[in-house]
T-cell receptor, first 112, second 116 residues
Framework: RKEVEQDPGPFNVPEGATVAFNCTYSNSASQSFFWYRQDCRKEPKLLMSVYSSGNEDGRFTAQLNRASQYISLLIRDSKLSDSATYLCVVRILTGGGNKLTFGTGTQLKVEL | NAGVTQTPKFRVLKTGQSMTLLCAQDMNHEYMYWYRQDPGMGLRLIHYSVGEGTTAKGEVPDGYNVSRLKKQNFLLGLESAAPSQTSVYFC???????????????FGSGTRLTVV
């Protein structure tokens, strides 16, 4: 079983739609959670951290359910520029320090 | 402020050749990492470093070596390239403080390596 699992998609949605991505993680010792965005043939970039209380950044809302080991990302009013792959990422603090484990990503295509 | 810079951006190697990928960061970050990204596999950690002069193995270290002689540089070496090492390689860095849980990584733009 992969440590971080995501539906690879693609999710094809019309502009203006609301879309939600889900992610599950297997290690209950995971401490921090993130969503990264990766454009085609580019490096991943931090989109937002995910907090237990849930957090919002403009059109983006992230939720964490530690009991179910489940993370979600909601995008409202989708824009063409939101088309990208969204990576779910978890961090486990070990003796070696801050190491992130990445999901394989969910591809989003926003269409006219 | 350049952030994380990787060189080269593209490279084609023949099987058995060696090369070094360079990663440089100007953010005074303590931690640096090398990942490879393959279709359907996600990003996998090759090696990482928690400070100048230190290195450690990640998830897929075989066939690679690294060095961190200076805090700002992290080198990834392929001693004898194999077709299985065809991939996109990303370097990343992070500022780490014990107890600060939500630091993300800053990535370089990647090196696309093909081994034929």
């Amino acid at each position: 079983r992969k440590e971080v699992e995501q539906d690879p998609g693609p999710f094809n949605v019309p502009e203006g739609a609301t879309v939600a991505f889900n992610c599950t993680y297997s290690n209950s010792a995971s401490q921090s959670f993130f969503w990264y965005r990766q454009d085609c043939r580019k490096e991943p970039k931090l989109l937002m951290s995910v907090y237990s209380s849930g957090n919002e950044d403009g059109r983006f809302t992230a939720q964490l359910n530690r009991a179910s080991q489940y993370i979600s990302l909601l995008i409202r009013d989708s824009k063409l520029s939101d088309s990208a792959t969204y990576l779910c990422v978890v961090r486990i603090l070990t003796g070696g320090g801050n190491k992130l484990t990445f999901g394989t990503g969910t591809q989003l295509k926003v269409e006219l | 402020n350049a952030g994380v810079t990787q060189t080269p951006k593209f490279r084609v190697l023949k099987t058995g050749q060696s090369m070094t990928l360079l990663c440089a960061q100007d953010m005074n970050h303590e931690y640096m990492y090398w990942y490879r990204q393959d279709p359907g596999m996600g990003l996998r950690l090759i090696h990482y470093s928690v400070g100048e002069g230190t290195t450690a193995k990640g998830e897929v270290p075989d066939g690679y070596n690294v060095s961190r002689l200076k805090k700002q540089n992290f080198l990834l070496g392929l001693e004898s390239a194999a077709p299985s090492q065809t991939s996109v390689y990303f370097c990343a860095s992070s500022y780490e403080k014990t107890g600060r849980a939500n630091y993300g990584y800053t990535f370089g733009s990647g090196t696309r390596l093909t081994v034929v």
